[in-house]
Each structure stands twice: as C-alpha cells, then as structure tokens.
C-alpha cells in the first residue's frame, strides 16, 4: 500500500525571529491581484459619493390647477398620458413628455373625489361632491364640440374613492358602502356594508381580479369577493387607515397608509398581524403605490415629504422634499418604473425620479457597463460601515429632523416604561407584544 506523506517545509511558514514579519502565502497566479479587495472597496466607495453628488431627484413641477391637487390618474395605455382632479371640481389632462396641459374640463361641483382610467384607455371615470360618476371620453372634443360627458349617473350620497376592474365593464365606488356597478346601468349591481359609516378608498386586486378592498372610517380595512353578497373579512386597527394598494406581483399582499404615521403591509390570508410595519414619516401617510415591478411603494405624507419604501424593509430608502412643497396629497408611480409624479396642497404636480442618481436618456455602452459595475460594488460592499453611512445619509428639514427625534425619545421612553413595570409586576401578568401586533385590535370574519 502506497501512503502520501504531507511534506511542508517550516522555512516556508515560520519565522525566524519574533521580530520578523509574518509570512504570507502568496499565490502567483496573474488573474488574482494581491490588493484586488481593497482597490474595489475604493471603487465602490466612490461610487457611492458620487451617486449622492448626483443625486437630483426633482424634474418639473406642472402649474395649472387653481385648487390643491386631489387625485390623479394613470392612462393604462399610454406612459406620457397623466390625469389629475382638483378641489375645485376641474380635470386636468397632462402629456408629460412636453411636460404641459392639453386639456382641461370642469366635472364636477366640488372636490373631485377619485378618477380612474378605462383599462382600454378610451375612456375615464370621475366621481366628485355634487354625488355624479361621469364617464369621459379620452380624446378631447372637435373644433365647434361642447365638452360633455358619455354618461353621468347620479347617485344617492357623496361618493369618496373610485376604481376600475382590469378586464371587464364594472367599477366600484366606495362613499356610505361599497358599490359595484356595471358601465350600462345606472343602478349598483351589488352593494356590500358592514355596519361602517363611510369608506374613502376602494381598490381592486390587479391580478386576482375579483377581488376588492377598501379603508373604512371605523379604523378597518374590509375585504370583499365580486363574486359573493358579502364582505369576506376585516381587520380593525387602532387609527384609521387612508388608502391602500394591492402589490402588482403579489396577489395576496397589499399595503396601506395610516393616519399613525406607519404604513402596513398585509398577507390577506393572515390579517391578525401584518407582515411587515414601514415607519418614516412624522406625520399621517395619506396616499400609497406600488412601482410596477412590486419591490417597492412610494408613500405621500401629511409631514410634506415623500418617500420610498423596498417592499421588505421597515424604513424607506429615500426621501423627497422640497421647500415650496405642502401637504402631499396624492401620489402615482409611473408605468415604465422610471418616475413618480405627486400631487399637492399648494396646486402643483411635481415629477421625480425614482432611482435619484440615476442618468436619463440615452447611455453609451460603456457607460451602461460603468453604471452597471458600480451598481454590483456598492451591493457588494453596502454593509461596510462607511459605505453604509454614506448611501444612507439624507438631509432633512429642520422642522421633520427634530419631529423625527421627538418621536424617537417618546417611543424609547414609552419602551423603558414597559420594561419597568413587567420588571415590577408579577411574572406574566405584562406580556411581550410584538410592534407588528401592538396595531391591531381584531380580525372579524
């Protein structure tokens, strides 16, 4: 039998001395570089301060409006195609490549409560103060044509949210119930209450696409099947939920913003604890969506900032603000995953960039491949404390810098308290509950 004896001569290995340096093994093979780790941690340090160098987020802002912005639309056919609703009741249509109005038609007396695009694209739905869905049609009226609508239906009470199914006729609308009804009649095809005062948003699930939920004024967010006479379920919460959107991608996630300053991101087949709680904001979250990839929301607050969430995270990757900003109303993430268009108090709608260092227009191959090197060591090194602090950094307004700390000595003096008293009391009589279940008061079926 034949035995391989490791042979290692301690030349190579010890030294001779203690005062001697140490021997490193070194591997002389061309393709790896002695100092290939740290001159990529370089690279990609300078990466990431040049992405905050080039981070400049804000692209126009579109001035017409004569009242705050309400609501907007998406046109489901066409990227460069915007609607907005204002408070004065008047619908304005944008094309957002020359970044000017193309049309403008007063709809409603009143605020404009919800619009919502035909998935065709032929047509649009408004519904206002004055108790009127109107159905408009999307190409503006000839030379000599008076601007009317296709169809009005006039209903019983005002009418506070409106959305559109993905394939068929039918639409819902959310005021003192629910309301399912067909483009050809003018009464509701289905009505859903559950012992709620009003509703003031309703959406419909874009891929299981009989399915609806909507925000009640009863601090619940209500589940509901077309298909059934009644709601599926609900789930209450402490404060009042504002909006809410279904995850593109994900059939059984949605989101919704809340006037607690959190957002909650839900599994609709376990309500009893949302699957993830985003925090940020400093004040009432009053408009959510969802980019068309599903990895990530952009939120608009109260607290006169918008931010981005990753789907999966607790906190927000970016924040925008500007100082003529007031109190964001609504908020939409373009179809081509490129921008964000918000609308506010103060009659304007502002278009950001999604990704803020990102460059537009064309990009040579070259730079592409920088762009996409760059992209693979900041992910690479992100963890790194420099790096990590540098990427995360964003400056804020004083006035939402200081909230923001406020808010955090009050949440540590309310967690010390907490740990207190279960250290005085007697064992088990103060539970441990979780931040995800501390929001939620009960799941009724």
Known sequence: MKVKVLS????????????DIQRVPRNYDPALHPFEVPREYTRALNATKLERVFAKPFLASLDGHRDGVNC???HTKSLSTLLSGSCDGEVKVWNLTKRECVRTLQAHEGFVRGMVV???GNSFFTVGDDKTIKQWKMEAPGYGEEE???NTILGKTVFTGLDHHQKEGVFATCGQQVDIWDEQRSSPIRSFTWGVDSFSSVRFNPVETELLASCASDRSIVLYDMRESTPLKKVIMNLRSN????????????TCSNEDYNLYTYDMRHLDRPVIVHMDHVSAVLDIDYSPTGKEFVSASFDKTIRIFPRDSGHSREVYHTKRMQHV??????ADNKYILSGS???NIRMWKANAAEKLGVLSPREREAVNYNQKLKEKFQHHPQIRRISRHRHLPKAIYSQAKELRVMKEARRRKEINVRKHSKPGTVPVVSEK???IVTVVK
């Open 8 to 19: 290692r001569n301690p030349d190579d290995y010890v030294r001779e001395t203690k005062l």
């Open 72 to 74: 907007m639309a998406k």
């Open 118 to 120: 035909r998935f065709c």
């Open 148 to 150: 009317e609508p296709l």
């Open 243 to 254: 909006t809410i959107c279904w995850n593109p991608m994900e059939a059984y996630y949605f």
């Open 329 to 334: 109303i609504c908020i939409k993430w373009s």
């Open 345 to 347: 108090d103060e009659m």
């Open 437 to 439: 279940e501390k929001h």
